[in-house]
């Protein structure tokens, strides 16, 4: 290496180290002297609390605000009084009714009719033992082997026995129901009117009977 590049090399490595030396022991010597910038902050919050909302007919503490008219364009949301508890129960009796008429009479010859066993959940032990021997006629009429039969009910009403009040510890509620069949490729159609008990047991309500008719629109 010639005299010319040693020279150039110790001129390259004293810049690397005086730029080390203000780097590293110049600058945060002087720091303190010059303060960073200070960053944009926003606005420091209101320290005194939102004044409390009070509704009609309370007293109206120093500084409260009443609730005024919801702005146009949105809509707004007024409770009303609660619904008689039996009426309730009466609405899920009926609904109850609805869920398990469709369940019974909605089933296919593919599947065994296991929508039978899903009615049967619902069920006092002695419904669910009849609907288990519906499932066991449906099969020996329909076998899984043979062409295809399928039923698909759909509920048009729930006609619960009292709309106001339950008396006594049973209740009855009359689904009709339009039920769609398909046999062999054959499609027709039928309205059937099932009649679902419900029995009290405990603080619950069972279902406890099914029964079906056909009936006219």
Known sequence: ?????????????????????IWLIVFPTLAPLFPAKPSLQPPSLPTEGTPPVIQPGQPKPPGATT?????????????????NP?????????????????RVESGSSGDGFTNLDDAALDASPSLASKLQQMKTDLQKQYPAAGSTHLTIARRLLEAPESEVSISGPTFKVAVQLQIQTQDAGAVSSAYREATVTFTKSGDAWIASGYETKAFTP
């Open 86 to 102: 039996e009426q309730q129960l009466i609405l899920e009796l009926s609904r109850r009714a609805g869920v398990l008429a469709e």
């Open 67 to 83: 609730p005024g008219p919801a702005p146009s364009g949105v809509s707004s949301f007024t409770p009303t009084a609660a619904a």
């Open 1 to 21: 290496m010639d005299r010319r590049t040693k020279f150039i090399l110790l001129i390259i490595g004293s810049i690397i180290l005086f730029g080390l030396v």
